[in-house]
């Protein structure tokens, strides 16, 4: 599953959805720029009593815009650690 912000914060009905669907584990994944981070750590205190969280934002380049993640990186770098999740 996978949810896109369009911005810096995961909304209550985002999380509602999530919650709907079954979901138990999320990877959060954010601009690794200083603001990115810092969203990214809000909204992790934000839902994590309701998600097993997992941060993706560090397995980005330093400074990468989630949007510059190629297909590549996404199935070398984040496919292998969703699926290790999944065991």
């Known amino acids: 599953n996978t ?3 369009y911005g810096i914060e995961i909304s209550k ?3 509602k959805l999530l919650i709907d669907m079954g ?3 999320l990877m959060v994944m954010f601009d690794n720029d200083e603001k990115g981070r810092e969203r990214g750590i809000k909204n992790i205190e934000k839902i994590s ?3 097993k969280i997992v941060n993706g934002t560090q397995y980005l380049k330093e400074g990468a ?3 510059e993640t190629s297909a ?3 199935e070398t770098v ?4 969703l699926t290790n999740l999944e065991q």
């Open 3 to 5: 949810v896109a912000c």
């Open 78 to 81: 984040i496919k292998p650690i």
């Open 13 to 15: 009905y985002q999380t």
């Open 23 to 25: 979901v138990t584990t």
């Open 49 to 51: 009593h309701l998600f």
């Open 65 to 67: 815009d989630i949007a």
């Open 72 to 74: 590549d990186d996404i």
